[in-house]
């Protein structure tokens, strides 16, 4: 569980919150959209959770033992460098200390990814590329993923392979996972509440309720697509 209790932050003392009075209980096997428009400090909440950076005041408690991290695509992948997918996840290995590589198949099987083993990685699809990345996080056994735009830059097909892996991870293995998501037709499909960073603030919501509130408000429409 993750308890956040009044949570201010600013990047310099002195300036202006960023964010004001999160209140959030992450819990156990939720699965949980962060949305919001550019620049309104969604990642700036995600590096709180991930304790990169500490509440101006307030308080953030993680109980969570082991959280992993899955990046923008793009900060992540130098398509020339020439490593296979195998070498990628036995290089997360060697860091995390992981000694028995068979988890190396394990988890490459798991995203349905083991037959790319000893292919380039930048010969992959960007969905297949983020199907890596999402087994190579779950090499350290995580209780809680966090991903930051999983679909970006990653076409509607790549997109349709992604999402319901996600949501297996978290309905059938119990996996917690909180996303960065601007792609709401996914945080509508997979998870029950949606996290709305808007003017400083942030307000858990179900799907519909955002649709109701803040969709049809600013666009007339409850049309998200
Ligand atoms: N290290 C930093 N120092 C100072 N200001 C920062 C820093 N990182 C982000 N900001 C500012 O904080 C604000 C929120 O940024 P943040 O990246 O959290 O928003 P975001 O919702 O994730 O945006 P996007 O959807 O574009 O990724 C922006 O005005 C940004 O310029």
Redesign the pocket.
Known sequence: MIQLSHVYYA??IGTPY?LRDLNLTIHNGDYISIV????????????LLLGLLKPSEGSLVNDFKRTSYVSQRFETLNQQFPITVREVMNTYCKVLHIKDRSLVDHYLELMKMGEYSDSLIGNLSGGQCQKVFIARALLGHPDLLIL??PSTGIDVKSQAELYPFLKKLNEEHGLTIVT?E?NLRAAMRNSKFLYH?ANGSGHLCSPEEYIREYVKENTGSESYV
């Not at 919001?36 to 590096?47: A, L, Q």
Request: net charge negative; hydrophobic share 25%; no cysteine.
């Open positions: 990047y310099e960023l919001g428009e550019n620049g309104s400090g969604k990642s700036t909440f995600v590096k930051d735009e960065v601007h960073v």
